[in-house]
């Protein structure tokens, strides 16, 4: 217990936490676009592999962890394309796509994966983005390592916040947006394209859904494997519902989560005998209580996964 | 001479114009014409929704579009509002032609339509509803206090009482009306379209509303007003243009009209040639409704304080235009909603539970409102929606349903095709790819196979032609001979006068008056059916 | 006419079937691999042997239980996604009788283990159904909340309290699924799965009840007007399809893995969605793209010891069937395309107005 009320190990932990925090933010925001629009995408996760991969070789290739991510964004909104098709244009059923995208996705990134290195169990691991501190902040005592010794994705990520948050309450573009996700009929006949305002949310989401991927792959850690995501896409998802939402909330559901896999972690290294997954399981019960307390009233953008069909007679 | 000549063709040329787009109103005082629609005509397919429809609106005034369902009047909205377009006809905005492409097109012409149902989103505020989709200036943060001023002001113009920064979900329906208004102003519009707009109001709320119409039109903005109420529409309207089965009767000045005259020319019938005896009084009662209360609050989709009963073997028709507790009331004595006050006694015996499951082992059979949505499974074939309802019994299986004789189900299946002249390739195909008429003599076949003690029929003939309608009027009749009681709810008066023994009037959730089927009082009840009651004077 | 649907329905998946291979030769084609060798190396590592057929159909059983919970609750409107935590709870129950009633005979204890799986994948899968006609919830996220819970909870049982030894696992199962029909040793479970199928064929279209479940899946509203009780059948769907997905579990426990361990029923909960969607829903179906999907598994193996091609080939193309099928259907479907086939059949005979 003693080891756990150290001031270096509290660091640590917080440290740890924005981290993991990081591609959960990423990914969760990505998601909220999404479902401000209207489309519940549950293929997050198969964009994160596949955003990871392209990050990964892109990075490999270039040794420029930056373009990694470029490339991550690029292949996220590829893929995020299909799935935008299917369920805007076609009128398929938004659940299923987006796990068809989970099945697919990451098998393809696989697939690359193995094509290029080759089957071996050794992982081929490239360079990391550095982190880049800012220059006052960072000297802070304890804090200042914690919050603003990060590479600068983590910056973007929290970045990401603000302006989420100006985007959908303080600008005319996010306001059209978000009537697209609550009463697409009446937005149409207000003028406000639905189709198009559709399209630009799933770019949107595939684009930041590949980066959070990327992130894992090119700043968290150098290798890639078929597990590097592990369901962290559904966690975002999570994260949306828990944080009801707003840029705020999905915020610190996101530090939960972080919080928790970080203590989680810390705990199994320190102690392996304590049950760990205890400890794991509290933010999937909190999503739960939370959903189950606030009840479908407060359950998210009113036209949240229906599909839009323009009138016809 | 030549100059006298040319100075008579100027005048003459200069009246020309003059009375193109300018007449000269009751009281001598000059109006522009703001809109005309000449010879609008919609067809979707071989139906025709309008046909030869002409309507002109003055600068300022509150023109009345009057007419029962059915008769075009959404179809000539939507035309108007850029929906849908006319199949010929055309539109001249202050003379000049136009052509309405788009909703966009109609707001930059200066037309708003604030829908019988409103297009709100609930969960934002009323300041962000009424500017959602508008760019009046070129940056991309909303100027929320420069903006909010502008609206309070306009609001206030126009004496619109409202609350800025509460939600949809908070404020009342008049006020949420309000929003609707005043969003069709802050766009520019120079001719707001109100569709029903008084349907979900109270009283008061109405009066507020009527003062809101006087100020529009004081300064000068022109208002359509639809509706099918007598009179709210004696009391607001300068112009009224009556609409019947699609094309425009007669447009006439209030000053000129009367409450009885509109009621004609909407019904336009006098007589009505009954081919079949009506019962004139029945010995019991199959199903009975003591002050049954529903919703008390809503005026057109609640029941208050109704007490009606259906006889054993005659036909209650219940008369009223759409919107006035109908389906309430249909749901109530099927058991799909429950009454908030009061009783219903089902032969004789009170109610304990409304579910549907009850009802239908009393003996009530149900025609719903909405054939696809309430009473077919559109992806199951014709065989299974026909036996839907028998699965239990002996003869389609084993057990009380632990097995279904599949050849069994497609015997009864055919039996009741053949019998109701179900046109169809074969009973395997899906419900959905049949034309209304044959789904609807579906719903019938299974309905009253049951025979039923008490047969629900809302709408029954909507989307029939004339051969299915004889047709479903013919097995009714059958059903009410055999000792069956009828519920008849339908839109359409001419069915309600053919079929009814007695006809009740509905109008805002109320019973208003019960007539004789045999030789009714058709003035009387057209006018109870627009709320209006003979003798109330005008 | 129903033979054009029932044509249709088992068009668009033999389709995307196709397609997908096609694609997936394509590819290996792309990287230097002969297809047909790399596809006749699949088939031999399914099919190959008497004990590559015995594997395929062990690969399979599981599929087809998380494949049939997923296709029950289908039918009702449900979208059943916790099979996962279903699973595991089923494995977790018959894990905790195993070791407490050690007493008794073998094949009593068996029954009672997956009776006991059976109740502890219908109490998960309950759980969303209550939330959703209590209080409207979404069953969905519910359900994948609950499998990470149940997952994690299993973690913490053969990590903790029900470790047995230094390795995080449970001790193995006594009572045991035999193995039938020699030499192609046909595992127990596969019997079962497919009774099961049966079963839930019966009853989805010979049984009054099932015909109503139907009912409410396709038409909510129409169901509850034509009196049928939809909030029980809404919630016999869940627990059943919840049962399903345990006894899959518990079967899954004794006849395959005997201990519970990390990664233990991992992927399942999803492809039996997507083997439900792509099997139209019908139990037959199901059991096929079940037994295909293995297939796909098994040989995938084969083919990378054989051809050097890498496994995520096989799962490439697995991935692509769902793809195509789901947008298969979802594009029949379409108002319009169904107008064009109507038509297409139609201009000979028509129908009567």
């Given at each position: 217990?003693?080891?756990?009320?150290?001031?270096?190990?509290?660091?640590?932990?917080?440290?740890?936490?924005?981290?993991?925090?990081?591609?959960?933010?990423?990914?969760?925001?990505?998601?909220?676009?999404?479902?401000?629009?209207?489309?519940?995408?549950?293929?997050?996760?198969?964009?994160?592999?596949?955003?990871?991969?392209?990050?990964?070789?892109?990075?490999?290739?270039?040794?420029?962890?930056?373009?990694?991510?470029?490339?991550?964004?690029?292949?996220?909104?590829?893929?995020?394309?299909?799935?935008?098709?299917?369920?805007?244009?076609?009128?398929?059923?938004?659940?299923?796509?987006?796990?068809?995208?989970?099945?697919?996705?990451?098998?393809?990134?696989?697939?690359?994966?193995?094509?290029?290195?080759?089957?071996?169990?050794?992982?081929?691991?490239?360079?990391?983005?550095?982190?880049?501190?800012?220059?006052?902040?960072?000297?802070?005592?304890?804090?200042?390592?914690?919050?603003?010794?990060?590479?600068?994705?983590?910056?973007?990520?929290?970045?990401?916040?603000?302006?989420?948050?100006?985007?959908?309450?303080?600008?005319?573009?996010?306001?059209?947006?978000?009537?697209?996700?609550?009463?697409?009929?009446?937005?149409?006949?207000?003028?406000?394209?639905?189709?198009?305002?559709?399209?630009?949310?799933?770019?949107?989401?595939?684009?930041?859904?590949?980066?959070?991927?990327?992130?894992?792959?090119?700043?968290?850690?150098?290798?890639?494997?078929?597990?590097?995501?592990?369901?962290?896409?559904?966690?975002?998802?999570?994260?949306?519902?828990?944080?009801?939402?707003?840029?705020?909330?999905?915020?610190?559901?996101?530090?939960?989560?972080?919080?928790?896999?970080?203590?989680?972690?810390?705990?199994?290294?320190?102690?392996?005998?304590?049950?760990?997954?205890?400890?794991?399981?509290?933010?999937?019960?909190?999503?739960?209580?939370?959903?189950?307390?606030?009840?479908?009233?407060?359950?998210?953008?009113?036209?949240?996964?229906?599909?839009?069909?323009?009138?016809?007679? | 001479?030549?100059?006298?000549?040319?100075?008579?063709?100027?005048?003459?040329?200069?009246?020309?114009?003059?009375?193109?787009?300018?007449?000269?109103?009751?009281?001598?005082?000059?109006?522009?014409?703001?809109?005309?629609?000449?010879?609008?005509?919609?067809?979707?397919g071989?139906?025709?929704?309008?046909?030869?429809?002409?309507?002109?609106?003055?600068?300022?005034?509150?023109?009345?579009?009057?007419?029962?369902?059915?008769?075009?009047?959404?179809?000539?909205?939507?035309?108007?509002?850029?929906?849908?377009?006319?199949?010929?006809?055309?539109?001249?905005?202050?003379?000049?032609?136009?052509?309405?492409?788009?909703?966009?097109?109609?707001?930059?012409?200066?037309?708003?339509?604030?829908?019988?149902?409103?297009?709100?989103?609930?969960?934002?505020?009323?300041?962000?509803?009424?500017?959602?989709?508008?760019?009046?200036?070129?940056?991309?943060?909303?100027?929320?206090?420069?903006?909010?001023?502008?609206?309070?002001?306009?609001?206030?113009?126009?004496?619109?009482?409202?609350?800025?920064?509460?939600?949809?979900?908070?404020?009342?329906?008049?006020?949420?009306?309000?929003?609707?208004?005043?969003?069709?102003?802050?766009?520019?519009?120079?001719?707001?379209?109100?569709?029903?707009?008084?349907?979900?109001?109270?009283?008061?709320?109405?009066?507020?509303?009527?003062?809101?119409?006087?100020?529009?039109?004081?300064?000068?903005?022109?208002?359509?007003?639809?509706?099918?109420?007598?009179?709210?529409?004696?009391?607001?309207?300068?112009?009224?243009?009556?609409?019947?089965?699609?094309?425009?009767?007669?447009?006439?000045?209030?000053?000129?009209?009367?409450?009885?005259?509109?009621?004609?020319?909407?019904?336009?019938?006098?007589?009505?040639?009954?081919?079949?005896?009506?019962?004139?009084?029945?010995?019991?009662?199959?199903?009975?409704?003591?002050?049954?209360?529903?919703?008390?609050?809503?005026?057109?989709?609640?029941?208050?304080?109704?007490?009606?009963?259906?006889?054993?073997?005659?036909?209650?028709?219940?008369?009223?235009?759409?919107?006035?507790?109908?389906?309430?009331?249909?749901?109530?004595?099927?058991?799909?909603?429950?009454?908030?006050?009061?009783?219903?006694?089902?032969?004789?015996?009170?109610?304990?539970?409304?579910?549907?499951?009850?009802?239908?082992?009393?003996?009530?059979?149900?025609?719903?409102?909405?054939?696809?949505?309430?009473?077919?499974?559109?992806?199951?074939?014709?065989?299974?929606?026909?036996?839907?309802?028998?699965?239990?019994?002996?003869?389609?299986?084993?057990?009380?349903?632990?097995?279904?004789?599949?050849?069994?189900?497609?015997?009864?299946?055919?039996?009741?095709?053949?019998?109701?002249?179900?046109?169809?390739e074969?009973?395997?195909q899906e419900?959905?790819n049949?034309s209304?008429?044959?789904?609807?003599?579906?719903?019938?076949?299974?309905?009253?196979?049951?025979?039923?003690?008490?047969?629900?029929?809302?709408?029954?003939?909507?989307?029939?032609?004339?051969?299915?309608?004889?047709?479903?009027?013919?097995?009714?009749?059958?059903?009410?001979?055999?000792?069956?009681?009828?519920?008849?709810?339908?839109?359409?008066?001419?069915?309600?006068?053919?079929?009814?023994?007695?006809?009740?009037?509905?109008?805002?959730?109320?019973?208003?008056?019960?007539?004789?089927?045999?030789?009714?009082?058709?003035?009387?009840?057209?006018?109870?059916?627009?709320?209006?009651?003979?003798?109330?004077?005008? | 006419m129903?033979?054009k649907n029932?044509?249709i329905?088992?068009?668009?998946?033999?389709?995307?079937?196709?397609?997908?291979?096609?694609?997936?030769?394509?590819?290996?084609?792309?990287?230097?691999?002969?297809?047909?060798?790399?596809?006749?190396?699949?088939?031999?590592?399914?099919?190959?042997?008497?004990?590559?057929?015995?594997?395929?159909?062990?690969?399979?059983?599981?599929?087809?239980?998380?494949?049939?919970?997923?296709?029950?609750?289908?039918?009702?409107?449900?979208?059943?996604?916790?099979?996962?935590?279903?699973?595991?709870?089923?494995?977790?129950?018959?894990?905790?009788?195993?070791?407490?009633?050690?007493?008794?005979?073998?094949?009593?204890?068996?029954?009672?283990?997956?009776?006991?799986?059976?109740?502890?994948?219908?109490?998960?899968?309950?759980?969303?159904?209550?939330?959703?006609?209590?209080?409207?919830?979404?069953?969905?996220?519910?359900?994948?909340?609950?499998?990470?819970?149940?997952?994690?909870?299993?973690?913490?049982?053969?990590?903790?309290?029900?470790?047995?030894?230094?390795?995080?696992?449970?001790?193995?199962?006594?009572?045991?699924?035999?193995?039938?029909?020699?030499?192609?040793?046909?595992?127990?479970?596969?019997?079962?799965?497919?009774?099961?199928?049966?079963?839930?064929?019966?009853?989805?279209?010979?049984?009054?009840?099932?015909?109503?479940?139907?009912?409410?899946?396709?038409?909510?509203?129409?169901?509850?007007?034509?009196?049928?009780?939809?909030?029980?059948?809404?919630?016999?769907?869940?627990?059943?399809?919840?049962?399903?997905?345990?006894?899959?579990?518990?079967?899954?426990?004794?006849?395959?893995?005997?201990?519970?361990?990390?990664?233990?029923?991992?992927?399942?909960?999803?492809?039996?969605?997507?083997?439900?969607?792509?099997?139209?829903?019908?139990?037959?179906?199901?059991?096929?793209?079940?037994?295909?999907?293995?297939?796909?598994?098994?040989?995938?193996?084969?083919?990378?010891?054989?051809?050097?091609?890498?496994?995520?080939?096989?799962?490439?193309?697995?991935?692509?069937?769902?793809?195509?099928?789901?947008?298969?259907?979802?594009?029949v479907?379409l108002p319009k395309i169904r107008q064009v086939f109507t038509n297409l059949t139609g201009k000979s005979k028509k129908e009567?107005?």
């Amino acid at each position: 217990m003693e080891a756990i009320m150290n001031v270096n190990f509290i660091q640590e932990l917080l440290l740890s936490m924005v981290r993991m925090a990081t591609p959960i933010l990423i990914v969760a925001l990505a998601e909220l676009y999404s479902e401000r629009a209207g489309m519940v995408n549950i293929g997050l996760d198969g964009m994160m592999a596949f955003g990871a991969l392209a990050g990964f070789l892109t990075c490999y290739i270039t040794n420029n962890p930056y373009l990694g991510i470029l490339a991550g964004a690029i292949c996220g909104i590829l893929v995020n394309m299909v799935y935008a098709f299917c369920t805007i244009t076609l009128g398929a059923e938004q659940i299923v796509y987006g796990m068809a995208i989970n099945i697919f996705a990451p098998a393809l990134a696989s697939f690359i994966y193995k094509i290029y290195f080759g089957i071996n169990s050794t992982l081929i691991s490239n360079t990391l983005m550095s982190a880049v501190p800012i220059p006052f902040l960072s000297k802070i005592p304890v804090l200042g390592p914690v919050l603003f010794n990060h590479s600068p994705i983590v910056y973007l990520a929290y970045l990401l916040v603000p302006f989420t948050y100006v985007f959908f309450n303080k600008t005319k573009a996010g306001l059209n947006f978000k009537a697209v996700g609550e009463f697409p009929k009446a937005a149409e006949s207000l003028g406000i394209n639905v189709i198009r305002k559709k399209y630009l949310a799933s770019i949107i989401c595939g684009g930041l859904a590949g980066i959070g991927g990327a992130y894992l792959t090119t700043c968290y850690i150098g290798t890639y494997s078929d597990g590097v995501v592990s369901g962290r896409g559904f966690i975002a998802l999570s994260a949306v519902i828990f944080g009801r939402w707003m840029p705020g909330g999905v915020l610190l559901a996101a530090l939960l989560f972080g919080f928790t896999d970080a203590l989680q972690l810390r705990m199994q290294v320190l102690n392996s005998g304590t049950p760990y997954q205890l400890l794991a399981m509290i933010p999937y019960l909190c999503t739960l209580f939370v959903l189950a307390f606030f009840g479908i009233k407060k359950a998210g953008p009113k036209a949240n996964g229906r599909p839009f069909f323009k009138e016809e007679r | 001479m030549d100059i006298v000549c040319i100075n008579i063709y100027d005048l003459l040329n200069a009246i020309k114009q003059v009375r193109e787009w300018k007449s000269i109103n009751a009281s001598g005082v000059c109006m522009k014409e703001i809109l005309r629609m000449e010879n609008i005509t919609k067809k979707f397919g071989e139906v025709y929704a309008n046909k030869d429809i002409n309507l002109t609106i003055m600068e300022g005034e509150v023109h009345t579009l009057l007419g029962e369902n059915g008769a075009g009047k959404s179809t000539l909205m939507n035309i108007l509002i850029g929906l849908y377009q006319p199949t010929r006809g055309d539109i001249y905005r202050y003379g000049e032609k136009v052509k309405i492409d788009s909703p966009s097109r109609a707001v930059k012409l200066g037309l708003g339509m604030v829908h019988q149902h409103f297009m709100l989103v609930e969960a934002m505020t009323v300041f962000e509803n009424i500017i959602l989709g508008v760019s009046n200036d070129k940056s991309i943060f909303i100027k929320r206090d420069a903006i909010k001023k502008e609206i309070i002001a306009l609001a206030a113009k126009y004496s619109l009482d409202i609350e800025i920064d509460k939600e949809i979900t908070e404020i009342s329906v008049g006020a949420q009306q309000r929003v609707e208004i005043l969003k069709a102003l802050y766009r520019g519009a120079e001719v707001l379209i109100l569709d029903e707009p008084t349907a979900a109001l109270t009283d008061i709320e109405v009066e507020g509303l009527f003062r809101i119409i006087r100020k529009l039109t004081a300064e000068k903005k022109s208002v359509i007003f639809i509706s099918h109420k007598m009179r709210e529409v004696l009391e607001i309207s300068d112009q009224i243009t009556i609409l019947r089965g699609g094309r425009t009767i007669a447009t006439l000045a209030k000053e000129n009209t009367d409450a009885s005259e509109l009621a004609n020319l909407m019904i336009g019938k006098e007589l009505v040639t009954c081919e079949h005896e009506k019962v004139t009084e029945t010995k019991e009662n199959i199903i009975s409704l003591e002050n049954v209360s529903f919703n008390k609050k809503s005026k057109h989709s609640g029941i208050r304080d109704i007490t009606l009963a259906v006889g054993k073997g005659e036909i209650l028709g219940i008369a009223g235009v759409d919107g006035n507790g109908q389906s309430q009331l249909a749901q109530m004595v099927t058991g799909v909603i429950s009454p908030d006050h009061g009783e219903v006694l089902l032969h004789a015996k009170k109610i304990a539970k409304f579910i549907p499951g009850y009802f239908i082992a009393a003996g009530v059979s149900h025609i719903p409102e909405d054939r696809n949505k309430m009473g077919l499974i559109g992806a199951m074939s014709v065989k299974e929606n026909l036996v839907l309802k028998r699965l239990e019994k002996p003869e389609i299986s084993l057990g009380k349903g632990l097995f279904l004789k599949k050849p069994a189900m497609a015997k009864c299946a055919g039996d009741m095709k053949d019998k109701y002249d179900i046109r169809c390739e074969s009973i395997e195909q899906e419900t959905r790819n049949l034309s209304g008429g044959n789904q609807q003599k579906i719903i019938l076949a299974r309905e009253l196979e049951e025979n039923p003690d008490l047969l629900v029929a809302v709408h029954p003939t909507r989307g029939l032609d004339v051969g299915a309608t004889r047709f479903v009027h013919e097995k009714m009749l059958d059903s009410r001979d055999k000792g069956c009681g009828v519920l008849l709810i339908s839109a359409d008066f001419d069915e309600i006068l053919k079929l009814s023994d007695r006809i009740a009037v509905m109008f805002e959730g109320q019973i208003v008056g019960v007539y004789p089927g045999k030789n009714p009082p058709i003035k009387e009840i057209s006018l109870a059916m627009a709320g209006k009651q003979m003798g109330q004077g005008d | 006419m129903n033979t054009k649907n029932n044509f249709i329905k088992i068009a668009v998946p033999i389709i995307a079937i196709i397609c997908s291979f096609l694609v997936g030769a394509i590819l290996i084609a792309c990287i230097g691999g002969n297809p047909i060798e790399a596809f006749s190396y699949l088939f031999r590592g399914a099919f190959g042997t008497a004990s590559n057929i015995s594997d395929t159909f062990v690969k399979a059983t599981p599929l087809i239980f998380t494949g049939l919970a997923a296709t029950f609750a289908y039918r009702c409107g449900v979208f059943n996604l916790g099979a996962e935590g279903q699973f595991v709870m089923g494995a977790v129950a018959s894990i905790w009788i195993s070791t407490t009633l050690t007493g008794i005979p073998a094949p009593l204890q068996l029954v009672i283990s997956i009776v006991g799986g059976a109740i502890a994948g219908g109490l998960w899968g309950v759980i969303p159904g209550i939330l959703k006609i209590t209080r409207g919830l979404n069953e969905m996220i519910v359900s994948i909340m609950l499998n990470y819970v149940a997952i994690l909870f299993m973690g913490y049982l053969y990590s903790g309290p029900l470790r047995e030894g230094s390795v995080p696992q449970t001790a193995s199962v006594t009572a045991r699924l035999a193995r039938l029909f020699s030499p192609i040793r046909i595992p127990a479970g596969i019997i079962i799965a497919l009774v099961l199928a049966a079963v839930i064929y019966y009853y989805l279209f010979y049984t009054s009840s099932g015909f109503k479940l139907r009912t409410v899946g396709l038409n909510r509203t129409a169901a509850e007007y034509n009196g049928f009780p939809v909030k029980k059948l809404i919630l016999i769907s869940f627990i059943v399809s919840g049962a399903i997905a345990g006894i899959g579990g518990s079967v899954e426990l004794h006849g395959t893995q005997f201990r519970l361990m990390s990664g233990f029923g991992e992927g399942y909960g999803f492809d039996g969605v997507a083997i439900a969607l792509i099997g139209q829903l019908n139990p037959i179906g199901t059991v096929l793209v079940a037994y295909l999907f293995a297939v796909l598994r098994k040989g995938a193996t084969t083919m990378q010891v054989g051809t050097g091609l890498p496994t995520s080939v096989i799962d490439i193309i697995q991935a692509l069937v769902i793809v195509f099928a789901v947008a298969g259907s979802a594009f029949v479907n379409l108002p319009k395309i169904r107008q064009v086939f109507t038509n297409l059949t139609g201009k000979s005979k028509k129908e009567g107005k």
